[in-house]
């Protein structure tokens, strides 16, 4: 081996192992989105023990106020993974991959409730017309998408069917906003507000749901199609796939009120891909 | 008047009284003044609880107003609503620049997109807040962002907890007052009244129920303090003084009934010796004459009537003096014998006397005799001396419904000063002259009725008027 060769290889050596420091010195970043109580302290401290207990690296955890800032993070790589809701993955299938769906109450899919306030006399979305209503965020399927698409179906918008509409960016925002009295309705993620009920039922006992959608694919965890041959992203999917076997992720999962994290096929997600097809050409 | 009471009531219990007064007066100014201050800081609490509250809103809420973001303006309001001194906060809501409501801690209360309008009255600015008994106050500012005025925050805010210490510090302060005024007061009460217990005593020597001043007992001299020993003593020389010229009047008085009767006596002795010539002459020519029936007969008729004459002077002398009958009813005979003990001395003199009693018996009885006699002799020998020698004398008894009224005229000159003094006037008699006039005003007095003097150009006209009801034992 020439000196020149040597050297060569010796360096390449060298700047490999300086990626590798470098890459390992880089926490992995885990984006939330508002799909759980982001809210509580314990949860995201128990959420990211876990997750670094099996990406045997520091993990960021990074929390944005709206589901659109979360995907266009993970679509440029400023987060390596995310748990978002299934209606932004089916917007970027094409550039997303599941790693993995919560299961809840022993199946990964959920509803999306529209609720009251406990006194209001609605008994259908009908009933709430010409009322203030609180959506959750406009790329959320449970917090906006299925409302809208009902909507849709009855041939109203939000604009037109309610007096006005905000968004809270927050599912918990949403039952806050109905509880208070600042709207009349809301559309909220189904296990949002079942948790709420057990964490913080005075919250809840104020709201009533007035009607609930069809089981819908639970929202997943994902990452990006061409970096899913990463160790990190690999790392990530394991350990989220496995959180059932260490007490990190068995407190994690606990605290989430979820049974475990299975793989899913996006055809989990087909009946929020057949609402945005309504919506889509009622465009 | 009102104070009457209070004027009655003796030195001795009215100073502690004004003592304890101006004490509760000094605790109600006191009190008056701390819940002023109580008052004052509150306010000031009140504002500046106030103007944290919207200057920490405007920063907070800034950005989310003018984007109209209902959401956010919410979430500020609700989670400031939670914090801190939220239970004071009961109410907050925020408007857009066009007045309409984007927020409010309770939106019932204020829906989103109605009007403010209605949170804006009766709404102080922050600067202005103050307690006004009201538990709920409302405070209107504009909601600056930028240095532009982007929106409208209301609050309402509960000083329910604020009135209720205030009504508590009053209660404390009126409560804590009133035993301190109270102890205090007693306190004084008993340190001026052991002050003024020798003033009490002096007092009580002074008038005392019977209104006569009287000496102070030796037991109850103050022997610790020579300055009012000393008063305490010129008083009791006072008092004996008084005492003695009191008892010196009384003795004047006394005799002053045998000093009328005295100043009679030449003309009763006159009155009684013309009888007596013709009584002597009538016994000598019965000795002369016994044996001639019809000139004895005559002789004794003649002695008859000048005994009868001398019985009836010695009678009304007697009436005069006699002291059981001070009790006795006014009859029409007194003012016949009155007549008679009066008449010679006016004849002596050569005065014409007028005598009309026009008062009937039963009128008269309502009225003790003995000092209406005296009244009526004093103020007949005062006339018939200033009436001299020709003059003219009269007295007018007459009664009506209002009481008994007797009235004596003379022709003399006018009375003196010291003699008007001596019958009007109950001070100190003036040096000289006699009593008489004097024991005139004191009977009058004592009798309830009053005198009045009357002066023509040529007649002094004195009346005296006593009331009816007295009854005889007056």
Redesign the interface.
């Known amino acids: 081996m020439s000196p020149t060769r040597r050297a060569f290889l010796w360096s390449t050596v060298l700047v490999a192992a300086g990626m590798v420091v470098v890459r390992a010195a880089t926490p992995f970043r885990f984006a939330l989105t508002p799909v759980f109580l982001d809210n509580d302290a314990a949860v995201l401290s128990a959420l990211r023990t876990a997750l670094a207990y099996g990406i045997a690296n520091e993990v960021e955890l990074v929390q944005r106020r709206t589901y659109q800032e979360i995907t266009g993070a993970l679509l440029d790589g400023s987060v390596d993974a995310a748990w978002t809701c299934g209606y932004p993955f089916l917007q970027h299938r094409e550039s997303l991959t599941i790693l993995g769906a919560p299961v809840w109450r022993g199946q990964p899919r959920y509803q999306s409730y529209l609720i009251a306030a406990a006194d209001d006399p609605a008994t259908d979305l009908a009933g709430l017309a010409g009322g203030?209503h609180?959506f959750s965020d406009p790329d959320s399927n449970s917090g906006f998408l299925v409302t809208a698409s009902d909507l849709g179906r009855m041939g109203q918008t939000p604009e037109t069917f309610f007096?006005?509409t905000?968004?809270?960016?927050g599912h918990r925002?949403v039952v806050?906003?109905v509880a208070?009295?600042?709207a009349r309705s809301g559309s909220v993620d189904g296990y949002v507000w079942e948790t709420l009920a057990e964490a913080e039922p005075a919250l809840t006992a104020r709201t009533r749901v007035v009607a609930r959608s069809e089981w819908l694919g639970f929202p997943p965890f994902v990452a990006r199609t061409d970096r899913l041959s990463e160790p990190g992203i690999a790392a990530c999917r394991d350990t989220l796939l496995s959180l059932r076997q260490h007490s990190a992720g068995r407190e994690a999962l606990r605290l989430l009120r979820l049974d475990r994290v299975e793989p899913a096929e996006p055809g989990l997600y087909d009946g929020i891909a057949a609402r945005m097809a309504e919506m889509g050409r009622l465009r | 008047m009102r104070v009457g009471w209070f004027q009655n009531l003796s030195v001795s219990v009215r100073v502690p009284l004004v003592v304890a007064g101006l004490m509760v007066a000094l605790g109600l100014v006191a009190s008056q003044g701390v819940l002023a201050v109580l008052g004052n800081l509150q306010d000031a609490r009140l504002r500046e609880i106030t103007r944290l509250h919207v200057e920490g809103l405007s920063v907070a809420l800034g950005p989310f107003v003018p984007r109209q973001d209902v959401w956010e303006v919410y979430d500020v309001l609700d989670r400031a609503q939670q914090a801190g001194d939220g239970q004071r906060l009961l109410l907050t809501v925020v408007a857009d620049g066009q007045g309409r409501v984007l927020a409010a801690t309770d939106p019932h209360r204020a829906p989103v997109g109605s009007n403010i309008a209605p949170f804006l009255l009766e709404a102080a600015a922050p600067g202005d807040v103050r307690m006004t008994g009201d538990p709920v106050l409302r405070v209107a500012a504009p909601l600056m962002y930028q240095g532009r005025d982007v929106g409208r925050i209301v609050t309402e805010l509960d000083v329910a907890d604020l009135l209720a210490e205030r009504r508590r510090v009053a209660y404390w302060l009126l409560f804590g007052n009133a035993a301190a005024t109270a102890l205090l007061g007693l306190a004084g009460w008993l340190v001026v009244a052991r002050l003024l217990r020798p003033v009490g005593v002096l007092v009580q020597a002074m008038g005392g129920e019977t209104g006569v001043p009287h000496a102070i007992p030796e037991s109850r001299m103050p022997r610790g303090d020579p300055g009012l020993m000393r008063l305490f003593s010129t008083y009791n020389a006072m008092a004996a003084a008084a005492e003695a010229r009191a008892e010196a009047e009384r003795r004047l008085a006394a005799r002053e009934r045998f000093v009328s009767l005295g100043r009679l006596s030449s003309s009763l002795a006159h009155e009684i010796n013309n009888p007596l010539g013709g009584l002597m002459n009538a016994a000598d020519t019965i000795l002369s004459y016994p044996d001639r029936p019809e000139v004895v007969r005559q002789s004794a008729g003649l002695i008859q009537r000048g005994l009868a004459h001398l019985r009836d002077v010695s009678r009304a002398i007697l009436d005069q003096n006699r002291l059981d009958r001070t009790d006795q009813p006014l009859r029409p005979e007194d003012f016949e014998d009155l007549r008679l003990l009066f008449g010679p001395e006016a004849a002596a003199r050569g005065q014409t006397l007028e005598w009309r009693t026009l008062a009937d018996a039963e009128a008269l009885g309502h009225h003790p005799a003995a000092p209406v006699r005296q009244v009526v002799l004093n103020l007949l020998l005062n006339a018939g001396g200033a009436a001299g020698q020709s003059g003219h004398v009269a007295l007018e008894v007459c009664s009506d419904a209002q009481g008994l009224h007797l009235q004596v005229c003379d022709s003399g000159p006018g009375m003196a000063a010291d003699d008007l003094a001596r019958l009007m006037t109950s001070g100190p008699l003036p040096p000289g002259g006699g009593v008489g006039l004097r024991l005139v005003h004191d009977l009058v007095e004592r009798l309830g009725g009053s005198i009045r003097h009357d002066r023509t150009p040529d007649r002094t006209v004195i009346s005296v008027s006593l009331p009816a009801g007295r009854g005889a034992d007056a």
């Open positions: 203030i609180a007096a006005r905000i968004f809270t960016y925002n806050r906003a208070g009295g600042l």
